[in-house]
C-alpha cells in the first residue's frame, strides 16, 4: 500500500494559536497518483476576525457567522488525515493551530509532518524567496486566489508533486533508529514518540503517566537535547529518578532561542515541575527604584518589591539588590549617600577620597551628576526612558515569520509571532497583537544576555503613550 499524504491549509484570524483560531480549512487526500478525497469549509472561529486579516484573506466575520464550529468538523479532519503524512507549505503553521483546537477538545491530534518550506529549501536551495506565492511564480507553477485555504492547497499540491519529481523523499528512519539505538530510552516512553521530535529550536516537556509536567527544557535541537538527557541517564540518582517517570514527551517549536528561554522559564514558573530548581522562584522579593530629590539630584535606593511598583530592576533579596546597586555605583562614581550605602549629613567618604564629584554637598551640578545615574539605570535594567521602548524581532517558527519580543521603558511587556508579511504595519498595531505577559525573576538576565548577543536584533520605537495613563 503507498504512502498518503493529506495537503492541508488553513486560514486563521492571526498568527498565534494559543490565542486565535482558524476561520477556514482545506483538505486533500493524496495517494501519489492523484486527490482521491478533499474537504473545504470556513469555520466560525467564534471570535472577532481583525481587519486586517480581512484585507489578506477577504474572509469577513459575516462569511463565518453560519459556518460550523471546529467540533462540528473536527470529526472529519481526524478521518481524513488518518494514516496520512500531514503536508503543507509551512506546516508548523497549520499543524499547531490544528493541534490546538482538538486540545480544546480534549483529543491529542498526532500525525507525521512534512514541509514543502524545509523541503523546497533542500531541492531548490538558494531561491530569493520560499513564501508560497513567490517560489509557485519562480517554478512556474499556476496559482490564484492567494491567502484562502482550497487555493493554496491545490498550489501546495502541485509545488508537492515538483518536488518528488526532482527528487524522492531521504528515508532517514534506517538513521533514526541507529541514533536512538545508542540512547537509553525511559522504559514507559514509546520510542515513535522520540522519533518524532523536531530538530528544532524551543521548549520540550516530560510527562508522567497522568500528564503532569516533571521537567520543562529548552533547546536549539529539541531532539537531539532530548536524547542527550538520555545518554546520561544512568551517572545521577535524581536523572535516573525522572527517567523513570516519563510516559510522555511534548514540546513547542518557537524558532526563536530568545522566544524558547523566555517560554521556558514562564513554564517552570508556572508549574514548578519536581525535576526543576534554578528558575522556580515566581516572583522578586525587592526592586531598585529612583526618585528625584528636592535639591534636584535623582537617588537610588532598595525596597521590597510591590506588584504596582515599576522598579529598575527585580531581585531575590535586599543583599542581591543593594549588590547591583553598589557595583553600579562604583561604575559610573556615583555618590554612595544617593544610593543608600552612607548615610547622615555632610559629605561621603567617597568625596574624600575624590571617588565622588561632590553631589552629596552639591558640589556636582544636578544635570551632570543625573546624566550618569541615567546611564547607571539604563545598566541595571535593560533600558529606561520612553525614547527607549524596543522590540526585539528575531526569527520565528519557520521562514516566512519573525517573532518579536516587547520591552517599553525598561520593563518586559510579552512577545508573539507575525507572518513576515504583517510586519509592515503600523508599530503600534503591532505592539497590539502582543498578548501582555509582565515581567517575573530571571527575565531580566534572560533579555540582557540575549540583547548582547544579539544587538542587531533591537529595534527601538517612538513613545507610544499608555491608553490608560
Known amino acids: 500500500m503507498s504512502q498518503a499524504f493529506t495537503i492541508i491549509d488553513v486560514e486563521t484570524t492571526g498568527g ?8 477556514e480549512i482545506a483538505i486533500y487526500r493524496y495517494d501519489g497518483n492523484e486527490v482521491i478525497e478533499s474537504f473545504v469549509s470556513l469555520i466560525n472561529p467564534e471570535m472577532p476576525i481583525p481587519d486586517f486579516i480581512t484585507r489578506i ?48 477538545l480534549g483529543y491529542r491530534f498526532s500525525r507525521k509532518q512534512l514541509c514543502t518550506i524545509k523541503y523546497s529549501q533542500k531541492v531548490f536551495p538558494g531561491m530569493r524567496s520560499y513564501s508560497l506565492s513567490k517560489l509557485c511564480k519562480s517554478l512556474e507553477i499556476k496559482g490564484e486566489g492567494w491567502h484562502r485555504a482550497e487555493a493554496d492547497v491545490r498550489a501546495t499540491l502541485d ?29 514507559n516512553l514509546p520510542r515513535q514518540i522520540v522519533a518524532d521530535l523536531p530538530e528544532e529550536t524551543g521548549v520540550y516537556y516530560f510527562r508522567d503517566k497522568n500528564d503532569s509536567i516533571l521537567y520543562v527544557g529548552k533547546s536549539n535541537n529539541i531532539r537531539k537535547r532530548i536524547l542527550s538527557h538520555f545518554q546520561g541517564a544512568y551517572k545521577a540518582r535524581k536523572t535516573i529518578r525522572m527517567i523513570e517517570q516519563i510516559y510522555h514527551i511534548s514540546y513547542e517549536v518557537t524558532g526563536s532561542e530568545l522566544v524558547a528561554l523566555l517560554l521556558e522559564n ?30 534636584g ?33 562604583r561604575e559610573f562614581e556615583l555618590c554612595p549617600k544617593l544610593y543608600g550605602a552612607e548615610k547622615g549629613p555632610g559629605r561621603c567618604f567617597h568625596h574624600q577620597l575624590h571617588l565622588c564629584k561632590g553631589a552629596c554637598v552639591e558640589a556636582e551640578p544636578a544635570e551632570a551628576y ?32 519573525n517573532s518579536v519580543v516587547w520591552v517599553k521603558s525598561g520593563t518586559y ?5 507575525i507572518e513576515t508579511e504583517y510586519m509592515d504595519q503600523p508599530m503600534e498595531s503591532i ?39
Open 57 to 104: 484573506t477577504g474572509i469577513d466575520n459575516d462569511m463565518v457567522r453560519e459556518a460550523p464550529r471546529f467540533y462540528e468538523i473536527a470529526r472529519k479532519v481526524v478521518e481524513i488525515t488518518e494514516d496520512s503524512i500531514f503536508v503543507a507549505h509551512n506546516a508548523r503553521f497549520d499543524y499547531s493551530f490544528i493541534q490546538k483546537e482538538f486540545r480544546r
Open 159 to 187: 509545488l508537492f508533486k515538483k518536488l518528488q519529481a526532482e527528487e524522492q523523499l531521504n528515508n532517514e528512519e534506517d538513521l533514526l533508529k541507529i541514533e536512538i539505538a545508542y540512547s537509553k530510552l525511559p522504559p
Open 297 to 329: 539630584y535623582i537617588s537610588l535606593y532598595v525596597d521590597r518589591f510591590q506588584e504596582d511598583s515599576d522598579p529598575i530592576a527585580g531581585h531575590a533579596g535586599r543583599r542581591a539588590a543593594e549588590a547591583a546597586l553598589e557595583r553600579k555605583g
Open 413 to 417: 511587556q510579552g512577545y508573539t509571532f
Open 16 to 23: 498565534d494559536p494559543r490565542k486565535d483560531r482558524i476561520t
Open 266 to 295: 514562564e513554564e517552570i514558573k508556572k508549574y514548578l515541575p519536581p525535576f526543576n530548581r534554578a528558575q522556580r522562584r515566581r516572583k522578586y522579593k525587592f526592586g531598585i527604584y529612583y526618585q528625584e530629590e528636592a535639591s
Open 431 to 469: 505592539i497590539d497583537m502582543i498578548p501582555f505577559k509582565g515581567e517575573v525573576p530571571d527575565v531580566q538576565r534572560i533579555i540582557k544576555g540575549y540583547i548582547k548577543r544579539n544587538p542587531k536584533e533591537v529595534v527601538h520605537i517612538p513613545y507610544i503613550p499608555d491608553p490608560l495613563s
Open 370 to 401: 543625573n546624566a550618569r545615574v541615567w546611564k547607571a539605570i539604563e545598566s541595571l535594567g535593560y533600558s529606561r526612558g520612553n525614547e527607549q521602548d524596543f522590540l526585539i524581532v528575531g526569527q520565528g517558527r519557520h521562514p516566512l515569520e
